[in-house]
Structures are given as C-alpha cells and as structure tokens.
C-alpha cells in the first residue's frame, strides 16, 4: 500500500511538473555593446498588447539575465535599457548616453535566447511584411532614432519631453543610414532601403523611418515564423543600433500533389 501510495505520489508530482514545462518558458541572454562588453544594471522587460509590463529584470555585472515562468504566448515587446544613460535623464556625460534595444511580437512558445546588443541608435516600431503575389522577399519598416541628433540641440530642449517631440528631429538621413538584416542568424540581400515620413498625430512633425527590401533565405523554418535581425549604422554620428522582430509565417493550402 504505501509503495503504491508513494508511486501514485510520484506520477502526481511528474505530471504537474510536466503541465507547468508546458506552460511557462524562460527568456534569457546577456547584454552587450557593439564590441562584446556585457552591460550591466540593465533594465530588461517583456510588455503586455498595451505596453504595460508583463515581466522585468535586470543584467548582472557581466551583462547576463533571464526572464523566468513567463507564461507561453505572444508579447508586444521586449526591452533592453540602461536608466541612468538615458538622454531625457542627464545622468552621465554625453559621450555614456544610449536610447534603447527594442524586440517585437515576441512569440513566446519556447524557451528564448535574445542577446540585445544596443549604442546610440535606436531601431524603433519595426514590422515587417510580405506583398503577396509580389516578389519574393520582405518589406521591413524601422524608424532609427539617433542619440548624437538629440545632442545637436539645447539641454534646454532636451529635457522638456513634450516640446522636444514636438520640435526635435532624431532622424537619420539617406546618405548616412547603413543597414543589414539578418533572418534566422543569416544575412539576407538588401535590395532596396527608402525613407519615409511617418504621421504622427497633427500638429506634430512627421518622422523619418526606412522600409528596407530584402531576400527571403531559401531554407525553411522549422518555427512557425522567423526571426529578422535589423543592424543599422548612422555614419554621421558613428553610432550602432539593432532589433528583432518575429515574422509570422502564412501558411497557404498548396495544390495538392498526385
């Protein structure tokens, strides 16, 4: 009696565990700059469909972090910041300050690796999307935004949130806007990158943004979507900025094969 008792003890703590591996995963990775130093004190986040938090952390002194018993599903966004180096906060020299790393519609089904490397350029909103029945490949959309842009103008201004978006421009121009994009860890062609303006409400400046054509990789996933890798350079102000975005795959009835 108590062997069985213990054996139907066991299966019960095994099944339980096996419906909460089910359930929950871990996101973890660690937080560098461009050159391979970890970040420490990094402010880490997962947010909900309204951008409030859904789980937060932070990096440790050699930059690694993990989000753990996030409950599976889809997430707006992923964030990777350091407070203090903000530049609205005016905490540390101009040459420390950084914006943000950014990762959107997180698709939470596993457990995830994301290693947010992030400078001075923030690659922000991104999104991407395939014109189906137009060629193959993808349109991805990103608006970089620029620390050392921020830093052209008055402490004044920079400082006061509600007349710098109403008068700053943080964008990036053509002939100094670099990018490479990268699915699945592999680099894809760029075939085409243009500017456009982004409407952001009236009365307010509208925003330079790029959407940038590329390659589909010929291999398939074995993920119902893709991971794009954004990597964009502003050579006017050497700065380095990358995001993630997590393309869902469409999967069409196909012609069946006799």
Known sequence: MKRTRLFLLILFVVGI???????????????????????????????????????????????????????????????????????????????????????WNVIADRDLTINPRYHRLELYGTNAFKVEGGYNGLFIYTRPMSVGKVLTYSKELQLNKAKAEKEMDVSVKT??????????DKEVAVNSVQRVQEYVGKDNPSMGAYIIQTELPKEKSDKPYRIIRVVGENLEHNEMGENIYFYEVKNYEETPKN
């Open 175 to 184: 002939e100094f806007f670099r990018v490479k994009v990268f699915i699945d």
């Open 17 to 103: 565990s096996n419906i909460y591996s089910q359930e929950f995963v871990t996101i973890s990775g660690r937080v560098t700059d461009f050159h391979g130093n970890p970040i420490d004190s990094c402010w880490i986040g997962l947010n909900y469909s309204d951008f409030s938090p859904a789980y937060q952390t932070y990096s440790d002194k050699d930059g690694y972090y993990s989000l753990e018993n996030v409950k599976k599903g889809k997430y707006k966004s992923f964030y990777a910041l350091r407070p203090k180096e903000y530049p609205r906060r005016d905490a540390v020299a101009d040459d420390d300050k950084r914006l943000e790393f950014w990762a």
